[in-house]
């Protein structure tokens, strides 16, 4: 697993609230197999902290970037310098 590339990880972030399979393909380089299992980790998360599935094959992204060390605040910041020095990913 690879780590995220910035700006999709921030794109993703704030355009889908819930994110499936693809998303987390995606994000890390993972096969499907590798995925669900992600997903399946952060849906027990989620039933800890008692927050709702509203997609069926899906999970609430905010709990999913935490679980997975995610700071979407870090990530802004360096996508907004990258962006300041002209060397956008």
């Given at each position: 697993m690879k780590?995220?590339?910035i700006k999709t990880a921030?794109?993703?972030?704030?355009?889908?609230?819930?994110?499936?399979?693809?998303?987390i393909k995606e994000l890390?380089?993972?096969?499907?197999?590798k995925a669900l299992q992600m997903k399946n980790e952060v849906?027990?998360?989620?039933?800890?902290?008692?927050?709702?599935?509203?997609?069926?094959h899906s999970v609430n992204t905010k709990v999913a970037y935490e679980m997975w060390?995610?700071?979407i605040t870090d990530l802004e910041?360096?996508?907004?310098?990258l962006q300041s020095l002209g060397m956008e990913t």
């Open positions: 780590n995220p590339d921030v794109q993703i972030y704030y355009t889908k609230p819930e994110i499936g399979t693809n998303e890390f380089s993972v096969k499907g197999t849906r027990k998360v989620m039933a800890e902290k008692g927050v709702k599935v509203w997609l069926p060390g995610l700071n910041a360096r996508l907004e310098k």
